[in-house]
């Protein structure tokens, strides 16, 4: 796995394919391998070439220093010069969504058009306290119990989803092999814990599509209406029937939707 030096941070990525550049940006605490379960293999099928970063602290050894949400936008503008991919597409979901969105407002030259799934421009109370809770459980070092993986899950996944018995538990054996924990994971949560970005989303020139997955409570639609609302002319697509993880839950509507909008802005 290649790396590059970002600050005091180490960064591994992967590439796949060949063509005009995909940028894909994981969710907190979970390793960029999970783009491999469905949206490299179609990204590249259509002619792109796919690159997965890993956040940092997202590996065993624990980040040398704390971390913010600015922190994780310069590792990825440093892999996007290192590697020759400016101006790029940019996919990135929840914690990735949120560094491609800062990406296109911060880094136009570094992107040409961006699509966010699962995003917002801010944290509520809620969200606040759950995320800092998930971060403190993390940051033990412990795996989660049974209850808390099944209470994860509920909220990754949509209820539909997790009513099928066999997709279920193959659910919950693919979540306990990607789950990480540890200081690195935990600032990846706490990193997503952000101030209200709204008006600096007003800002953004790059085009942009927001992807919010209709079941999904830690980032709901409304959240997602928001980012969308905020940035330029951005569209607004809702997928129904997944939850927070939908670009596992319903990969060939997410993968037509970010192969349309990569073809409508060539």
């Known amino acids: ?23 894909l940006l994981p969710p907190a605490a979970t390793p960029a391998r999970v783009w491999a379960l469905h949206q490299v293999p179609a990204i ?21 220093s704390p971390f913010r949400l ?30 491609g969105q800062e990406l296109a407002a911060g880094h136009p030259d570094l992107v040409r058009a961006a699509a966010l799934l ?22 033990s070092g412990n795996p989660p119990s049974e209850l808390e993986a099944l209470l994860l899950l509920s909220q990754l996944f949509s209820a539909a989803t997790l009513a099928d018995e066999h997709t279920a538990a193959n659910l919950l054996t693919l979540f306990r092999g990607f789950h990480a924990a540890g200081v690195g994971p935990a600032m990846q949560y706490e990193a997503t814990i952000i101030a209200d ?5 007003s800002h953004v020139t790059r085009p942009c599509t927001v ?14 209406l928001e980012v969308a609302a905020a940035v330029p002319g951005c569209r607004y697509v809702e997928v129904a029937d997944c939850g927070h ?9 997410v993968n037509a939707t970010l192969l349309d909008f990569f073809s409508a802005v060539r």
Not at 72 to 81: F, G, K, P, Q
Not at 130 to 138: D, G, N, S, V, Y
Not at 197 to 201: G, I, P, Q, V
């Open 1 to 23: 796995m290649p790396v590059i030096e970002s600050g005091k941070a180490r960064l591994s990525y992967e590439e796949y394919g060949a063509g005009e550049p995909v940028l």
């Open 44 to 64: 590249v099928a259509a002619g792109y070439r796919a690159i997965t970063l890993d956040a940092r602290g997202t590996h065993v050894s624990p980040p040398s």
């Open 70 to 99: 600015a922190d994780l936008v310069a590792d990825a503008s440093v892999l996007i010069a290192e590697l020759g991919l400016a101006p790029c597409l940019v996919v990135g979901a929840s914690l990735g969504a949120m560094i």
């Open 118 to 139: 699962g995003t917002r421009s801010r944290t509520d109370f809620f969200r606040g306290k759950l995320t800092r809770a998930m971060a403190a459980q993390a940051r």
């Open 197 to 201: 970005r709204t008006s600096a989303l």
């Open 211 to 224: 992807i919010a997955f209709a079941e999904d409570s830690l980032t709901p639609p409304a959240a997602c």
């Open 245 to 253: 993880f939908g670009f596992l839950e319903r990969p060939e509507q």
